[in-house]
């Protein structure tokens, strides 16, 4: 009867999404109002599905974001997960894009509020697909939010972390600031702030240097306090469900040796390594930061080489190509 139900289901679901995308429209609960995300469905209905969990910042259910990021790797990765019979839920952010009335300050969360909201969806995915557990993929940051939802594994398949950080984010913070030799001027301000955030004390920034504002603003410190304390690879540890980390050689934000302090840390971890990939996952040429930069808004620029089949062939390894 179950399984009769949920192919009804997805049938009605197919039958109200544009027919030239297969999606539609779905909602989990969050602490104020609703959530909201896309479900794509595979033909058929009946294989596995993955929850994409985003990265860091206002970035939307497409993997995008006013700050000069429009790659739409995510919906990308839809795209081509589902053409290997893998269904997806992408969704936006508490507080943010169309999750909005979720929370009235988009910036009084925690990591593990997002780890919350990746609950909510699992229970909805669930009961709207059939399936008994889903996959989780976390990009950036999304997948030290992936770590941290994992700590309660129930409904949970296994977890493909994409570009993912492999130490505490004060650690990938310092690395990010001082590869740029612009920063020189403001290094010792920055890191001063991390030191203190690291403590779990707040900044006091009415002398701070404008260019560091955005990373230090009063209004994310109490996040940024909470995510700091995070240790990815202690995370990834206690993990006993499937796990794929998976890594850009040309990375200037996530390195790779995050992506082998992951794999360390979970001995039974698959590891791949795509060589000419960036942090949103497009290929570029090797040491060219500028194109590597360009690739951060180049939306039309397909997935990196492998990425798809990499993901596809570790949640359906015996599925036909």
Known sequence: ??????????????????????????????????LEGTLRVAKGGAGPVVLIVPGSGPTDRDGNN?????????????????????????????????SRAAIRDANAVTISDYAADVHAWIGVIRERTGNACVWLIGHS?????ALAAAQRPAGICGLVLLAAPGRRLGDVLRDQLRANPANTPILPQA?????????????????????????????????????????????????HAPVLVVQGAQDIQIGLGDAWALAKANPAAKLVVLEAANHVLKDVPTGDREANLRAYAAPDLPLSAGLVDAIADFIRPSAPR
């Open 1 to 34: 009867m179950r399984r009769v139900a949920c192919s009804a289901l997805v049938a009605m679901i197919l039958s109200h999404a544009s027919p030239a995308a297969s999606e539609a429209v779905i909602h989990a609960p969050g602490p104020s109002g609703q």
């Open 66 to 98: 006013a700050l000069g990021v429009n790659a739409s790797t995510y919906r990308l990765l839809a795209e081509g997960l589902v053409t290997r019979g893998i269904s997806s839920v992408r969704i936006d952010k508490r507080g943010m894009f169309a």
């Open 141 to 145: 940051e999304g997948g030290l939010v």
């Open 191 to 239: 890191i001063a702030a991390i030191e203190a955030i690291e403590a779990g004390r707040r900044v006091d920034v009415a002398d701070m240097d404008p260019a560091l504002l955005p990373l230090f603003r009063p209004a994310v410190q109490g996040f940024l306090i909470d995510a700091f304390s995070r240790d990815p690879a202690k995370l990834i540890s206690t993990v």
